[in-house]
């Protein structure tokens, strides 16, 4: 995948916005931002969700269960992959390890890397998409009372 410095990126997008485009990106290019160590902020994030919303159920992160950001060829926002998955995708002496991958586009996005994770996080718990979606969303719908979604959505 090729990934674009800052410079070349805002290059190649100046290159190819309409003047009304341009107007506003600059207008948001001069705000000062607040970019994450994610290296830092992505396990704090972890830990803080899985104390504040999930009991500290969750496993603590690990060698063997990591949380972390992956480039993604797909507009999938995270995914998690568990022991059994992990172990089909194992091969040629790679080990594919247990935990959860956030989708690496989503870094200049922090909220939307918190709603991401909590999904992630909820599929750790053991509810899935397919037979589990009721129960899946039972749990959205009682984060979301409880407020795990304030200032999010
Ligand atoms: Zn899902």
Same mark, same amino acid.
């Given at each position: 995948m090729v990934v674009l410095g800052r410079i070349n990126y805002r290059w190649y997008a100046l290159c190819i916005m309409t003047e009304e485009q341009k107007y506003v990106y600059e207008w948001i290019d001069d705000l000062p931002t607040f970019v994450p160590d994610w290296s830092k902020e992505l396990p704090a994030m972890y830990q803080s969700l899985n104390a504040s919303?999930?009991?500290?159920? $969750? %496993?603590? $992160?690990?060698?063997?269960? /990591?949380?972390?950001?992956?480039?993604? %060829? #797909?507009?999938?926002? @995270?995914?998690?992959? @568990?022991? !059994?998955?992990?172990?089909? $995708?194992? #091969? !040629?002496? /790679?080990? &594919?390890? &247990? @935990?959860?991958?956030? !989708?690496?586009? $989503?870094?200049? =996005?922090?909220?939307? &890397?918190?709603?991401? =994770? =909590?999904?992630?996080?909820?599929? /750790?718990?053991?509810?899935t998409h397919n037979a589990g979606e009721a129960d899946f969303q039972a749990v959205i719908a009682a984060l979301w009372k409880a407020g795990a979604y304030h200032k999010l959505l």
């Open positions: 919303w999930f009991e500290n159920a $969750l %496993p603590p $992160l690990s060698e063997t269960f /990591v949380c972390e950001f992956q480039d993604m %060829p #797909r507009e999938s926002a @995270g995914i998690y992959i @568990g022991a !059994n998955h992990a172990k089909q $995708l194992s #091969r !040629n002496g /790679v080990t &594919v390890r &247990v @935990g959860i991958r956030i !989708n690496s586009k $989503l870094q200049c =996005l922090k909220d939307h &890397v918190k709603i991401a =994770l =909590l999904h992630e996080m909820i599929h /750790v718990r053991g509810f």
